[in-house]
């Protein structure tokens, strides 16, 4: 009898975040096929670590903002036209668009007639902003993954099955903790292994993932920083970074006010995240991986004054943070736009470096935001996800009519 061949999945994640995302997925569902299971898409590094060869590089889908990717928008459509190409000319059994929908959507607006079924990672926050977005979402894709718990029925309701799977930060950082107490308890440390001396308090500085996130906020980081050097406070800093931004980071961190370690590899960023005192953070999915990891954080943001105002028009949340939408309350104090100034971001900083009361004051939310993203079930996120995407695999889609 004919050994039955490997699932053949196509991924296509747009950035870094999504690429954490991708890589998860792809150790989940070789473990839940024993192997039996080959990939194709784009990704980043995380996900070529994992075995798959990218069609281009991730950098080139790095974009944010409305006034932002309109420099970059030949570029986007080429690389919109060239993944739908890909898929449609050797379909695969399932394919899987992770977060990064301005990507993502217009490249599944293109598989019309297509044979294989199509999943999409990461609901939009049509809680936030834009709600008919769900509708829209339903007529592109047969199956959606959300990792918020109050999600799925935005998009049940216009006939989009959905599955909760969990925050993937709660099984990351889960598992990083594990290891990352286990090298404290044999001296290998993250302090030790950075030489990071037991005096200093280690602030974490994460300026985005986007080289327009990174222009525009470490020289306002850089600002901040100074007043808290004013303040008296002796700290050495951790820039968990990214690839898409690297070489700019790596570049600004030598002019800080602080001793500035730049750390790039995925299980070292969590582990800087977790070793540290507290956190100046670029609002976005870091800024809940932070307060996951229990780190009392300040997060700021600014972003083209037009891209503002047409956000603003149409944002249905007061926050911009996770962690503070979850809680209802702003737990992480935010700085946006015109609010994005040093003068005001320090003196919301400080408090988390040298008062217990107020760092304990974050850290207690979190824990329990910990419990409501997943954090305790039996199965992890990853596993919940590579699940879904095997059911949906095995609801095979009619033939397209022929023309």
């Known amino acids: ?50 075995g798959m060869q990218s069609r281009f590089p991730i950098v080139d889908l790095a974009v944010m903002g409305l006034v932002e990717v309109l420099p970059r928008i030949r570029l986007l459509r080429r690389r919109i036209d060239e993944t739908a190409r890909f898929l449609l000319a050797d ?58 718990p109050f999600e799925p029925p935005y998009f049940e309701v216009v006939g989009l099955p959905t599955t909760y799977v969990g925050h993937p930060a709660v099984e990351t950082i889960a598992a990083i ?22 005096d200093r308090q280690i602030l974490a500085v994460l300026p985005g993932s986007r080289q327009g996130e990174v222009r525009r906020l470490l020289p306002v980081f850089d600002a901040v920083l100074r ?47 977790l070793t540290a005192d507290a956190a100046l953070a670029a609002s976005g999915t870091a800024t809940l991986e932070l307060g996951l990891a229990g780190v009392p954080t300040v997060l700021a943001y600014r972003v083209n004054a037009l891209t503002a105002a047409i956000v603003r028009r149409l944002l249905r949340t007061p926050y911009a943070g996770l962690v503070n939408i979850l809680s209802g309350r702003e737990v992480m104090p935010e700085f946006l736009q015109e609010n994005c100034r040093a003068e005001r971001i320090a003196p919301a900083l400080l408090p988390l470096l040298t008062d217990a009361a107020a760092r304990r004051a974050q850290t207690d939310v979190c824990a329990a935001i910990t419990l409501q993203l997943g954090g305790g079930e039996d199965l992890p996120p990853s596993v919940r996800a590579a699940r879904a995407v095997l059911a949906a695999a095995a609801r095979r889609l009619p033939a397209p009519a022929k023309g």
């Open 177 to 198: 903790r594990r290891t990352e107490a286990a090298a404290v308890e044999d001296g290998r440390g993250f302090r030790v292994r950075h030489d990071i001396p037991a």
């Open 227 to 273: 007043l808290l050097k004013g303040a008296g406070l002796n700290l050495h800093l951790v820039i968990p970074t990214v690839e898409t931004v690297a070489e700019t980071v790596h570049s600004a961190a030598a002019d800080l006010p602080f001793p500035a370690l730049v750390v790039e590899q995925s299980a070292e960023r969590y582990a800087a995240m």
């Open 91 to 148: 379909p695969p059994d399932i394919a899987v668009t992770i977060d990064s929908p301005g990507f993502t959507r217009r490249v599944a607006q293109k598989l019309a007639g297509r044979s294989f079924p199509l999943v999409h990672y990461v609901a939009p926050t049509v809680w936030a902003w834009r709600p008919g977005r769900a509708r829209r979402l339903a007529r592109l894709y047969d199956h959606l993954l959300a990792i918020l």
């Open 1 to 50: 009898m004919a050994e039955a061949r490997p699932l053949r999945v196509a991924l296509i994640a747009g950035e870094p975040s999504g690429d954490a995302l991708g890589a998860s997925l792809m150790r989940a569902l070789r473990r839940e096929t024993d192997d039996a299971v080959v990939f194709s898409g784009i990704g980043g590094a995380q996900m070529i670590g994992q």
